[in-house]
């Protein structure tokens, strides 16, 4: 069966990403994960009408496909969301080629204007992660990368961040030695990370008293 693809963009439908970043674990393969998406896309819009906006996926597609060639592969997200897939490569260079295509986004002038004359700009903040520095399964990668995505843009957007470290605290002060001997248990048997497992455990919490996920 083959893939599904965006209509305005011509990149794949973000659920393929999933299945994609299974098949290449199954193949035991390195690669990186870069999550996107455009800064201020409802201003764009409102000031420069939708016509703009939609240029603006379409010069982001393109750069995707020009800065990451295949084997890479690029995923239309949800609202103004993109992914690409860097097969056999690490975080670094994934860093290094969303740096290079935050910087053509932003130094590319589309010839928009606002109703009072100003000029339109735009800009793309970026995060990224990779398999199996930040996790074992899919899941893990697109979070580390999404928590990244999420600091550039806390950080005053039109910047790329990478993964780091999770810190959790000590799980000693939260559970009880039979909690803890079970959850190893679990994560021996199943061979996912201890932390995996419970962030899995918090966003389901989270999900049932209908709580954001950031």
């Known amino acids: 069966m083959g893939r599904s693809f965006d209509k305005l963009t011509g990149l794949i439908a973000e659920n393929e990403l999933n299945g994609e970043m299974e098949a290449l674990i199954d193949k035991g393969g390195d690669f990186a994960l870069v999550a996107l998406d455009i800064d201020n896309l409802l201003a764009i819009n409102r000031d420069y009408g939708h016509e703009a906006g939609d240029e603006v996926f379409r010069l982001i597609s393109k750069n995707i496909k020009n800065i990451f060639p295949e084997p890479c592969l690029g995923f239309r997200g949800t609202r103004d969301a993109f992914e690409i897939l860097m097969p056999n490569s690490g975080k670094e260079l994934a860093f290094l080629k969303a740096e290079e295509l935050r910087k053509i986004i932003c130094e590319t002038k589309l010839g928009f ?14 995060g990224v992660s990779s ?9 893990d990668i697109y979070r580390r990368a999404d928590s990244a995505l999420l600091r550039a843009k806390k950080s ?59």
Request: hydrophobic share 35%; charged share 25%.
């Open 113 to 126: 204007a606002s109703a009072g004359g100003e000029p339109m700009s735009q800009s793309i903040s970026a």
């Open 156 to 214: 005053g957007r039109n910047t790329v961040c990478l993964a780091r470290e999770e810190k959790l605290m000590p799980k000693t002060s939260h559970y009880t030695q039979a909690q803890l001997e079970k959850l190893a248990c679990i994560s021996e048997t199943i061979n996912v990370g201890e932390a995996a497992l419970l962030r899995e455990a918090l966003d389901d919490l989270l999900k049932k008293y209908d709580a954001p996920i950031l």
């Open 131 to 139: 398999y199996p520095e930040d996790g074992s399964r899919p899941a």
